[in-house]
């Protein structure tokens, strides 16, 4: 019950912050001018897009096959259908449930516990956050950027050592002083006992060197393809972005999806992006249609994969072949 309350507060939460930030966008960008700037996009860097952001979550769903290795060696088809599944919960989710929703749906998919499977995510998304965050630091520095965009990305460092800190003593909780004393006393719910040490499985995939090695190049690979996809979204919309620029955007709009928003982080991307692109002295109307279209392909890519990967799954529960 409390569990459920606070999923509902959370996901209110994130849709009154994907509202607010919708309504400063539309009263401090021309909409039609925005639009004007997307009417003349260049249809072969968009085709680019496409493709890169198709190998974003390639190497995503190949990185979270490499975690879930140590518990259960999955191919990666399957895997790669329970990210875009994930994706496609993210669409149409406030507040990130669809990591709940790819964890169940791959715990249920191939008989693992649901739970040990969400360590695994949780240890993705620490990964994510490390690199965003390492991302961001390396472009301001960069870039010289100051003022809120830096402070920003100190407040991004700190929350990642928060992070890492709590992975460390979840796992090695049982280790701890008075762990005995604490152990005798959960003991009194069994199965709560049990879920954390299932979550505790999932978690200590972080332990391993090999594992997380392979989960690091895949992550290189992943931010690499985001990268690529704005600036190709510069280019389709004429702005000329440097790497650096690239990075910073595409750092800083994942940061900003930390916040709880609404479905497809609706707004809240759009908001980060322009007030991003204008400290790099880009039009409001041109970041805003670069983000636009870097959001409607993302969109659409991950839609079309998560319907696809559910097709499939059906079918496979069914006993048909997959096609």
Not at 194 to 212: F, S
């Amino acid at each position: 019950m409390g569990s459920s309350r606070s999923t509902l507060l959370r996901g209110a939460l994130g849709i009154a912050i994907s509202v607010a930030a919708i309504w400063i966008l539309f009263h401090s960008v021309d909409v039609p001018a925005t639009l004007a700037v997307l009417s003349r996009a260049n249809p072969a860097w968009i085709g680019l897009m496409i493709g890169t952001v198709f190998l974003d979550v390639a190497a995503r769903g190949a990185r979270w096959r490499a975690l879930l290795a140590p518990i259960a060696p999955l191919p990666y088809r399957r895997v790669l259908g329970y990210t875009f599944i994930g994706y496609l919960a993210n669409n149409v989710l406030p507040a990130r449930l669809g990591e709940l929703v790819r964890s169940h749906a791959l715990g249920e998919g191939e008989n693992l516990s649901r739970t040990t499977v969400l360590g695994t995510v949780v240890v993705e998304r620490i990964v994510d956050t490390v690199i965003v965050v390492a991302l961001a630091a390396l472009a301001v520095v960069v870039l010289s950027v100051r003022g809120a965009l830096s402070s920003a990305v100190l407040l991004g460092g700190a929350f990642v050592a928060l992070l890492l800190l709590a992975l460390a003593v979840a796992m090695a909780l049982h280790r701890l002083p008075g762990a005995d004393r604490v152990a005798a006393y959960a003991a009194r719910w069994p199965q709560v006992v049990e879920l954390a040490r299932r979550l505790r499985d999932g978690l200590a995939v972080a332990a391993r060197p090999r594992t997380m090695g392979a989960a690091l190049a895949f992550s290189a690979l992943a931010w690499a393809a985001s990268i690529v996809s704005f600036l190709a979204a510069g280019q389709a919309v004429g702005v000329e972005l440097s790497l650096s620029q690239g990075a910073l955007l595409a750092s800083g709009v994942a940061l900003a999806t930390i916040v709880p928003s609404g479905p497809g982080y609706l707004g809240t991307f759009e908001l980060t992006a322009v007030g991003i692109a204008s400290t790099f002295g880009v039009a409001r109307e041109s970041g805003f249609a670069l983000a636009l279209l870097v959001h409607a392909l993302i969109l659409a890519v991950t839609s079309v994969g998560g319907v696809v990967a559910l097709v499939v799954r059906r079918r496979r529960a069914a006993g048909e072949p997959a096609t």
